[in-house]
Nanobody, 129 residues
Framework: EVRVVESGGGSVQAGGSLRLSCVATGFKRADYAIAWFRQAPGKTRREREGLACYSSHDDSLLYANSVKGRFTISRDNVKNTVYLQINDLKPEDTAIYYC???????????????????WGQGTRIDVSS
């Protein structure tokens, strides 16, 4: 079974940077996807915001339009880890950040609304002004 574990959150001042890590293991298929979402305070699980996605199908790195420029997703296949680098953090980035995985092909930009099956426990980022 696929297992997903995030780490790397913390408390930072506005303007700082953090790199989140997601170790995802147990894939049985060659095609799989790993994505980052966040849930802001007061928002429900259904309101989680998609941020970025890695697809093994073609090693593509996909982004939500709202985070292009400050967020960078990357993949280290040796370490089975997907990273999310966040620069110039803002108070509105305060949220719990989740990594999600699907042991199947997730087509293109559809990742942002795809019902990923496997989720980590989340890692919290608090940004103070």
């Amino acid at each position: 079974e696929v297992r997903v574990v995030e780490s790397g959150g913390g408390s930072v001042q506005a303007g700082g940077s953090l790199r989140l890590s997601c170790v995802a293991t147990g894939f049985k298929r060659a095609d799989y996807a790993i994505a980052w979402f966040r849930q802001a305070p007061g928002k429900t699980r259904r309101e989680r915001e998609g941020l970025a996605c890695y697809s093994s199908h073609d090693d593509s790195l996909l982004y939500a339009n709202s985070v292009k420029g400050r967020f960078t997703i990357s993949r280290d296949n040796v370490k089975n880890t997907v990273y999310l680098q966040i620069n110039d953090l803002k108070p509105e980035d305060t949220a719990i950040y989740y990594c999600a995985a699907e042991d199947a092909y997730v087509a293109g930009t559809g990742w942002i609304i795809f019902p990923f099956e496997y989720w980590g426990q989340g890692t919290r980022i608090d940004v103070s002004s």
